[in-house]
């Protein structure tokens, strides 16, 4: 008896012992990791899988009906509300997501590009009270529910989608706002004027989650993007911080800064080359698409 007691308490005592060493080795990962800040190690696979294909003119050609669009006009006025009323069409779910000016709303839609025709169904929407002067969320619903047919333009480089109902009468005007071709890892090849050479100044972009990370050749930064619905391909880079590690050349570290906060639209050259530009149309970032880390 007594030695049955004696191996029951050598139990529970190495149990005990054990938990307590798990517990302490799992408070000194945490530590570590917080030691030193780091670019997250799972960006590069964030950014390789959600690489695709920009929204082109072929797409359209096709009749293709994805991405993000801002609502501009409802029944010849302007889509002015609340907030920037705009739609997102998920092809994959047949789901549009979207804002009306005050209330979030989705729902189903079905197309034909053979005969260009469009409808909604289901649509949901929150019910928020919402000010009634400019366009109203009623009237961006009801444009919705009238829409039985679609088409397109391609305008300096913006795409147009246009609404019409079963009497052939333009009921909703859309501009095109998809960034995916952001998305993934990039190497800064020009800033400005000045073309690069600087191997470990690359960003990493994820535009689903609005987040900016990256290395300026020497210190690592952090920050958001944003994506301004009311105008043609507007973007901004927020809340930039940074390492502050003491570099060799700090001129460029800080000409990259000043671009990514200058830097309001973006365009791509190809699926491997994008532009920056600022407010006024000038060039200030070029980047360039990379596999390496």
């Known amino acids: 008896m007594t030695k049955t007691i004696l191996t029951l308490i050598a139990g529970v005592l190495t149990l005990s012992l054990s938990g307590c060493s798990l517990f ?28 695709r294909e920009t929204y082109t003119s072929e797409e359209l050609k096709k009749g293709i009906v994805k991405g993000d669009w801002s609502i501009l006009e409802v029944d010849g006025q302007k889509a002015v509300g609340e907030r920037a009323p705009f739609l997102k069409f998920v092809p994959g779910e047949k789901r549009v997501y979207g804002n009306n000016g005050c209330n979030t709303l989705n729902g189903d839609y079905a197309y034909n590009p053979a005969d260009s025709t469009l409808r909604f ?19 961006i619903n009801q444009a919705l529910e009238a829409t039985r047919r679609y088409d397109w333009k391609i305008q300096d480089s913006d795409y147009y989608l246009y609404f019409y109902n079963a009497d052939g009468k333009q009921v909703m005007t859309l ?43 020497c210190n690592i930064l952090n920050g958001t993007m944003e994506i301004d619905m009311e105008e043609a391909n507007s973007i901004s880079f927020n809340a930039i911080g940074m390492t502050r590690m003491a570099c060799p050349d700090m001129n460029y570290e800080t000409a990259l800064i000043v671009a990514l906060e200058e830097a309001s639209t973006a365009r791509p050259v190809s699926r491997d080359e994008v532009l920056l530009f600022d407010s006024q149309g000038k060039q200030v970032l070029s980047l360039r698409r990379t596999t390496d880390k």
């Open 121 to 139: 169904g289901q649509m949901l929407s929150t019910m928020m009270a919402c000010n009634k002067e400019g366009i109203t969320d009623y009237q």
């Open 24 to 51: 302490k080795s799992g408070n000194a990962n945490t530590a570590n990791d917080k030691s030193e800040p780091m670019l997250p190690h799972d960006r590069e696979v964030i950014s390789n899988k959600t690489v």
């Open 175 to 217: 501009m095109h706002q998809n960034f995916d071709f952001l998305n993934g890892t990039w190497l800064v090849t020009s800033i400005d004027d000045n073309k690069l050479d600087v191997p470990d100044m690359k960003l990493v972009i994820d535009v689903d989650e609005g987040k900016l990370h990256g290395n300026t050749g």
